[in-house]
């Protein structure tokens, strides 16, 4: 079964799984703290119980909680989402290392 948790964004409440729910809130404070911004869509279930496709904007300014709930509703599945948003904290976390170009340029490579 899974888990279901309520986020409140903006003056909308919605249910959506566990993962999404919690990376939503790390990816937010993550961008935030890095003065930084990104959308992210998952899919929920609406106040009104009807399955829904989201769009959040997350940055410094985001206003957004997550609450744990005892509801029985299935939210969506959101698997895509929470790869992406994993591998985007993945990256803000552990830059990759600048590489170095094959060859290094020099001035005397021009053509005059």
Excluded: C, W
Excluded at 37 to 48: E, F, K, L, M
């Amino acid at each position: 079964m899974v888990r279901v948790k309520h986020i409140s964004f903006a003056d909308k409440t919605l249910f959506v799984d566990d993962a999404a729910a919690d990376l939503l809130v790390e990816y937010a404070a993550l961008l935030g703290a890095e003065n930084s911004a990104d959308a992210v869509r998952v899919y929920a279930i609406g106040q009104d119980g009807n399955e829904v496709e989201v769009n959040f904007v997350l940055n410094a300014a985001t206003n957004l909680a997550s609450e744990s709930t005892n509801s029985s509703a299935q939210p969506p599945s959101n698997d895509q989402a929470v790869e992406y948003m994993r591998a985007k904290i993945d990256a803000i976390r552990h830059p990759r290392a600048a590489e170095a170009e094959d060859a290094p340029y020099s001035v005397d490579d021009e053509a005059y």
